[in-house]
Nanobody, 115 residues
């Protein structure tokens, strides 16, 4: 069955960095544009960034450009999100999924930015 497993989150101080990973199984990974999404406390889930199978990327907010980098390794069925210069407003549960989201959501990985 289809499974998405996110990892790499944690508690970091403002200005820190994290690299999130998401490994997919049960899908033909190279057929899908993949995306990272996040859900902050009390807010709706939002799109963060997407990447096509060929590596074209889109970032959904000006605040993310230059700090967020999405990448993928098709051989490993894995999509990554590098986040630098973390801010408290980046605190959220981060998820990956296809674009548009068409598979069951994984458990996500919690990112907490706090001093």
């Amino acid at each position: 069955q289809v499974q998405l497993v996110e990892s790499g989150g944690g508690l970091v101080q403002p200005g820190g960095s994290l690299r999130l990973s998401c490994t997919a199984s049960g899908i033909t990974f190279t057929m899908y544009t993949m995306g990272w999404y996040r859900q902050a406390p009390g807010k709706q889930r939002e799109s963060v960034a997407t990447i096509t199978s060929g590596g074209m990327t889109i970032y959904f907010a000006d605040s993310m450009k230059g700090r967020f980098t999405i990448s993928r390794d098709n051989a490993k069925n894995t999509v990554y999100l590098q986040i630098n210069s973390l801010k408290p407003e980046d605190t959220a549960v981060y998820y990956c999924n296809t674009v548009p989201a068409s598979t069951p959501w994984g458990q996500g990985t919690q990112v907490t930015v706090s001093s």
